[in-house]
């Protein structure tokens, strides 16, 4: 596992590390997050930009993760994803050296709409390289966490994706971002399988559904690093894979459009 270190870097060898950001998360959720569920004063809601909805829980989670991520690797950077909308020059340098990714409320407007599909993210990145991810779920009570090469976990147990069972697939199919021509690889994608569902407009969950059996795969428009790292690598850990449609593997420092959560048997081009 992650032993803290006294420079920027890390070695996965000791487990010290990974349970410290474990407990932190669960933390921020139970006081920053869950008192809030259902209970948000419309005072306490913001938009971005239209439709893309902030709250009071989003700005308290990210500034006490960025403050307490900062500590236990000195020297590593923290790019959360409210900081980031205030100065996105953030963005630069996500592979050089070490640097924490915050996604401190995915799924916002879940979130508003009292919704249980939201979710607490954080990756922890070397040199370019995801090397940790934790995706916690407070509302379904689930725990996913993964380092690269030791497997994925759910709340403690070791997970491995399971098919849907179904013979064309199951598939989550949301286009909120996409464009006219993306919107036509949909239409032609969704004739092609069996359930067509919409999304659930929050990674933190949708990637752990093409772990569970619920759907075997997921489409997303936006590669907004916080929103993938963490998915991305629990779900590859956990037997998945995920990346572009034209067959290269997810890396956090490409941002373009159009990616792929699937299951290891799943085939859509």
């Given at each position: 596992m992650?032993?803290?270190?006294?420079?920027?870097?890390?070695r996965p060898t000791d487990p010290a590390l990974f349970e410290a950001v474990t407990g932190l998360i669960r933390?921020?959720?139970?006081?920053?997050?869950?008192?809030?569920?259902?209970?948000?004063l419309d005072e306490q809601v913001n938009e971005k930009t239209p439709g893309d909805l902030v709250t009071i829980a989003d700005h308290e989670s990210e500034a006490r993760l960025t403050k307490a991520l900062a500590g236990l690797i000195p020297g590593a950077r923290v790019v959360g994803e409210e900081?980031?909308?205030?100065?996105p020059d953030l963005l630069d340098g996500?592979?050089?050296g070490c640097v924490w990714l915050v996604d401190p409320l995915d799924g916002t407007g879940n979130f508003v709409a009292g919704s249980p599909h939201f979710a607490v993210m954080v990756a922890l990145l070397q040199d370019g390289v995801v090397e940790a991810g934790w995706i916690f779920q407070p509302?379904?009570?689930?725990f996913y966490v993964a380092e690269r090469g030791?497997?994925?976990?759910?709340?403690?147990?070791?997970?491995?994706v399971q098919p849907s069972g179904l013979p064309k697939f199951t598939g989550a199919f949301p286009t909120r971002y996409a464009n006219a021509s993306q919107q036509q690889l949909v239409d032609?994608?969704?004739?092609g399988v069996d359930v067509a569902l919409p999304g659930l407009m929050c990674a933190g969950v949708d990637y752990t559904r093409c772990i569970d059996g619920t759907q075997d795969f997921a489409l997303f428009w936006r590669s907004l690093p916080w929103d993938h790292a963490p998915g991305a690598l629990i779900l590859t850990e956990?037997?998945?894979?995920?990346?572009w449609m034209d067959g290269t593997p997810y890396s956090v420092c490409d941002q373009r459009p159009g990616l792929v959560a699937r299951g290891p048997s799943v085939s859509l081009f």
């Open positions: 992650l032993v803290p270190m006294a420079g920027s870097d890390f933390s921020v959720a139970a006081e920053q997050i869950m008192p809030r569920w259902q209970h948000l900081a980031v909308s205030s100065d996500l592979d050089q509302a379904h009570e689930r030791r497997g994925a976990f759910c709340n403690g147990s070791f997970v491995r032609n994608i969704r004739a956990a037997g998945g894979w995920a990346g």
